[in-house]
C-alpha cells in the first residue's frame, strides 16, 4: 500500500527561493515569508487528488478549485429515555411518616369540607370549581363564625384536595379572588391584648420556698415556668430540649432544641437558648434545673424518637412525675405552665381578653421590652426571624420603657 501511495504522488515543481532563507538568517522581521503565487497550485491539487486515490476516496476538491465542500456527517438517531426517580429518590419524597403528618393536619378540615358537599349533593371532586369552597368558607363565616385566619387553614387544607393544576385554575377564578380580597379588607387586626400583672405568679413561686423542699411535682412547674417565662419558649422547645446537650455554669444554663417550629430557609435547625441565672435563688432557673436533674442521678436518661422527624432522637428533660422513667409531651408541660402562669392577673377590656391566650413565650418577651431590654436581644432569645413577627404576634403591651412626656416637654 506504501509503494502504491509513493507511485501515485508527484513531487510539485517549485522554484528555490532564496529569499526566506536569507531573511531568517539574518534575523530580519520583515517579508520573512516568501510569496507563495510561487507555489505551483495546481500540483499542491494533484497531490491532494492522487492521496485520495490511493486509499479509494474521491476527494472532495473540485479539481481546478480549492473551496472544500462542506463536510456531512450522518445523524445517528438517538432516543433519551425519560429520566426516573430511582429507590432512594422515592423513598425519601414518599417518607411514610411525612406524609402522616401531612394528613393528620389536613384530614379534619378536609372531610368537614366532603360531608358538607355531599350534604349539599356537590361533586367536588370531579367538578373542580372554586365556588364551591367559597361558599363553604362564606357557610363558617357566617354560622361558625370562623376568624380570617381559620378560613386561611382551611383554604390551605382543602387546596390539597387537588392536583397542583387544579390549584392553579381555582385561583385564578374571579369568585376567588374577590372573596379573600373582601375577607382581608374586613379583617382588622387588633393589638388589644390584655395588660398582665405577673406579680402573683411571682408571689406564688416565692412562696413554695426552697427547691430542695418542694416535692417533684411542685418543681417540674416551677422549672417548667421559669424556662418559657425567661428563655421565650413554648411547651414544645421544652418536649424538645436535648437535655445530653445541656451546658450549665456558675452564670447561665445553655439549652440546645432539637427542630423546633422555627426553620430557617426552610430547613429545621437546632435552637440554643441561653437562660442567665438570677440574683435570687428562689426564682434563678438554673439552680431550679440543677435541683430538677438531682433527683434523676440514679436513673438512666430517657431516649426519645422525635416528633415530627422519627428519624432524629434526643434526651428528654421533662419526666413524668408519676411514672419518672416515662417523658412528657408539649400538651402536659403546658398545663404545669399554666399551674403558675393562670394566677397572673389581667387588666383589659372583655373583647381583648376573650381574643388573646397567655402564653409564657409572649409574657416573658413583653416584660423584657417594658424593662428597658435591646429588641434585638429579645429577638435572639426568642429566635424570631423579624421584629415585625414579635410585635405583631407576641408583644401584649404597646407601652414604651421611655417616659416620651418628659423628653418632649
Not at 473551496?67 to 426517580?85: E, G
Request: charged content about 20%.
Amino acid at each position: 500500500m506504501l509503494d502504491e501511495i509513493s507511485q501515485s504522488v508527484p513531487m510539485p515543481s517549485m522554484e528555490h527561493v532564496t529569499g526566506y532563507i536569507t531573511e531568517v538568517a539574518n534575523g530580519s522581521s520583515q517579508d520573512v515569508y516568501p510569496d507563495y503565487t510561487e507555489l505551483d497550485v495546481a500540483i499542491c491539487v494533484g497531490i491532494t487528488r492522487s492521496i485520495s486515490v490511493a486509499f479509494r476516496q474521491e476527494s472532495a476538491l473540485a479539481t481546478g478549485s480549492m473551496a472544500p465542500s462542506p463536510l456531512i456527517i450522518p445523524k445517528q438517531r438517538h432516543v433519551d429515555n425519560p429520566p426516573t426517580l430511582n429507590e432512594e429518590s422515592t423513598a425519601i419524597i414518599n417518607n411514610p411518616h411525612r406524609l402522616q403528618m401531612q394528613r393528620r393536619c389536613y384530614d379534619g378540615a378536609q372531610r368537614r369540607f366532603l360531608d358538607w358537599s355531599i350534604q349539599h349533593n356537590r361533586k367536588v371532586l370531579e367538578f373542580v370549581s372554586a365556588i364551591d369552597m367559597v361558599n363553604y368558607l362564606a357557610y363558617g363565616r357566617v354560622h361558625h363564625k370562623w376568624a380570617y385566619n381559620t378560613i386561611l387553614q382551611y383554604k390551605q387544607a382543602i387546596l390539597k384536595l387537588y392536583t397542583k393544576e387544579q390549584r392553579a385554575l381555582i385561583a385564578n377564578e374571579d369568585s376567588y379572588i374577590n372573596f379573600f380580597a373582601a375577607l382581608k379588607n374586613e379583617a382588622v387586626l387588633s393589638f388589644d391584648f390584655p395588660v398582665i400583672n405577673l406579680q402573683p405568679a411571682i408571689d406564688f413561686v416565692l412562696g413554695l420556698g426552697k427547691n430542695q423542699s418542694m416535692n417533684l411535682l411542685q418543681l417540674t412547674q416551677k422549672l417548667c415556668f421559669l424556662l418559657g417565662i425567661t428563655g421565650f419558649l413554648r411547651p414544645s422547645d421544652i418536649e424538645r430540649i436535648d437535655d445530653s446537650k445541656t451546658m450549665v455554669t456558675t452564670e447561665s444554663l445553655r439549652s440546645v432544641i432539637l427542630a423546633p417550629k422555627e426553620k430557617r430557609a426552610g430547613r429545621p435547625i437546632e435552637k440554643v437558648v441561653v437562660i442567665s441565672n438570677h440574683s435570687s435563688p428562689l426564682l434563678c432557673p438554673v439552680a431550679t434545673y440543677q435541683t430538677y436533674k438531682t433527683h434523676f442521678l440514679a436513673e438512666p436518661p430517657i431516649i426519645r424518637q422525635h416528633a415530627r422527624l422519627p428519624q432524629f432522637t434526643y434526651t428528654a428533660l421533662v419526666r413524668n412525675t408519676t411514672d419518672t422513667n416515662r417523658c412528657i409531651g408539649s400538651e402536659r408541660i403546658s398545663k404545669h405552665i399554666r399551674s403558675i402562669l393562670s394566677l397572673a392577673t389581667t387588666t383589659a377590656t372583655t373583647s381583648s381578653t376573650s381574643r388573646k391566650t397567655i402564653k409564657a413565650r409572649a409574657v416573658g418577651s413583653t416584660r423584657a421590652i417594658l424593662a428597658g431590654a435591646k429588641l434585638e436581644d429579645i429577638l435572639t432569645q426568642g429566635s424570631w426571624a423579624s421584629s415585625s413577627i414579635f410585635d405583631t404576634y407576641y408583644r401584649l403591651n404597646r407601652a414604651s420603657a421611655t417616659n416620651f412626656s418628659n423628653l418632649i416637654l
